[in-house]
């Protein structure tokens, strides 16, 4: 296979690479996909897809009662997963040189780089249980074993390992020579010394004798406490950790089992364990979120929404305490459950909401939380730059206060403008205590419908001492197809200014307009309102019930 400058090496060539290389290499175990995945993530060269570990994690003891097409199927998921060299632990080779061949090839065909043989009999048992009496394999047949391996193997560096057991098996020095030189001859790419002692004596006698022959692989599970740097003076090519992963997982299982038990609660344990983003990260979601952008071509057309609600609400005095002011209870629900349910109600099920104050008390199902972190520092913009990477070519932004009828998001969704804001003409009349006012290009000519009327400003309505509004904008803009860039760069273009943190949307709505974009005005006439004072909650209240 070619491999380009761009492309990794394959998998089986980094095994290679890995096992000649003049420097110490480390494999860590892995047991199943996840397990590989974060083996890769700490930063490995290579997993050990451990015989113990596998039949361990699937319940089972490790003397083959897995069977080998169930030992695959795990490699399999961890090759899926990782990009990294897998070395399966393949006990015997699972039979003789027949079946020793079809597992290559099948190893070949799963993505596994390589496969370590030990030479003793099938059914095999771990080697620190009772390993003097475990016979050897007779060594004309184990090297048969490896020959048929290396013979079926269709990629050149696929890398066959052979593991001596005579140390463990009670064998002397000489007799664990003899085999990894008849290995070698064989064709063995590396061998696999393994001693159970807990000092690593034998280990570096057996190096030094060997003397560099073929690259050396140990396994300290025994001799641990032996620094590193012995191993690397003694020439050896790579260390297995051979199963600490299994053993983490299984401690880690037992604590909060435990005391979950114990406490019949989880609330304890949660702050301890991997958050659920945490697993769907190690699962990948993201990933799929993204092709689903790309392939999913009806979602693609999908309007989605954007919602603010960072702040804490000054009208509220003590009522927002813990909350922000979209988890105020309006006629029995959050204030912020009425808006999603609209949204949903109107097929808008990918509802970004950018929180600031009190974040954690935002208890509402079905939304994306996003935070911004500078909530108390900055303003709407600010939150609304959180959620830019949702920005599409098609969504709606509206503040996370206010509660409107159906229809009015119902017939703004029919638009097809690139910007069309929503303009109540009910409210005419400057006053102090509201803002947002908007002048448009004609007033609200309530006998036709849907007419064509650009805005020109919005504004608190402060210094315009002119002609009256035409109405008071209701917080919610709807982006289309091109509408989207405009606005990106519009938002780009007031980041530069010093005074970004304290503009608003308004201010964007303003800058779209001085960039000579067109911005649609959807005239209502009243049929909402917004939440800013605890005198606005009944209103609310009554205004909800009112809704169905
Ligand atoms: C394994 O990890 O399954 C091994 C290594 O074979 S050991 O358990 O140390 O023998
Ligand atoms: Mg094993």
Redesign the pocket.
Known sequence: MLESASTPPRRTRQLRSLLESAALEFLL?AHNGLSARIVEEAGFKGI?A??????AQLGVR?NNEASWTQVVDVAEFMADVTTIPILL?G?TGYGNFNNMRRLVRKLEQRGVAGV?I?DKLFPKT???IAGDRQPLAEINEFCGKIAAGKDIQSDDDFCIVA?VEALIAGWDMAEALRRAEAYRLAGADAILI?SKLSRPDQILEFAQEWANRLPLVI?P?KYYSTPTEVFRRAGISAV?W??PLIRAAASAMQSVAAQIQREQSIAEVEDRIASMEEIFRLQGAEELEAAEERYFGARQNETRAIVLAASRGDGFASLTDDRPKVMLPIAGKPLLRHLVDKLKKRGIDDITVVAGYKAEAIDVGGIRVLINQQHSTTGELSSLRCARQHFTEDFVLIYGDVLFRSYILRDLLESEAPITVVIDSSQTQLTSDAGDFAWCSEADDRSSWGQAVRLKKISSGMGNSGAAPHGRWIGIVRVCGPGRDWFESALSGLRERADFDRLSVPDLINQLIADDKPVQVWYVHGHWLDVNSVRDLERAGNFAAGSH
């Open positions: 175990e050990w451990s015989g113990l570990a596998i039949s490790d632990d006990d370590c030990e771990n080697s620190f593991r393994h396994v599970t297995i051979a199963n």
